[in-house]
């Protein structure tokens, strides 16, 4: 069982910054891949970005240039560096992860809001 914690939501202004992070914790395991999603109300959650273990990144063509996942292995943790915060962007931000062993697991979700 794979247990994840997101942190580092809030209120931003437009063209702010924001830095979520998502620790992975459990025992025994190795995490194949790891992501956001995002959900806006009356919207379905729609992915952000991934990095699998290798450091392979993939991202949604309305973030690339203003978001930067990354994570640190050992710490099972994955980070996503947001700039240039516009409006569109609010929304609740789920981390997933993908163990090597299988299945699929997701944090509780981290409201962003993007407003002045």
């Known amino acids: 069982q794979v247990q994840l914690v997101e942190s580092g939501g809030g209120l931003v202004q437009p063209g702010g910054s924001l830095r979520l992070s998502c620790a992975a914790s459990g025992s025994g395991f190795s995490i194949f891949r790891m992501g956001w999603y995002r959900q806006a109300p009356g919207k379905s959650r729609e992915l952000v970005a991934i990095i699998f273990s290798d450091g392979t990144t993939t991202y949604a063509d309305s973030v690339k240039g203003r978001f930067t996942i990354s994570r640190d292995n050992a710490k099972n943790t994955v980070y996503l560096q947001m700039n240039s915060l516009k409006p569109e962007d609010t929304a609740v931000y789920y981390c997933?992860?993908?163990?090597?062993?299988?299945?699929?697991?997701w944090g509780q979700g981290t409201q962003v809001t993007v407003s002045s």
């Open positions: 997933d992860a993908l163990p090597n062993s299988g299945g699929r697991y």
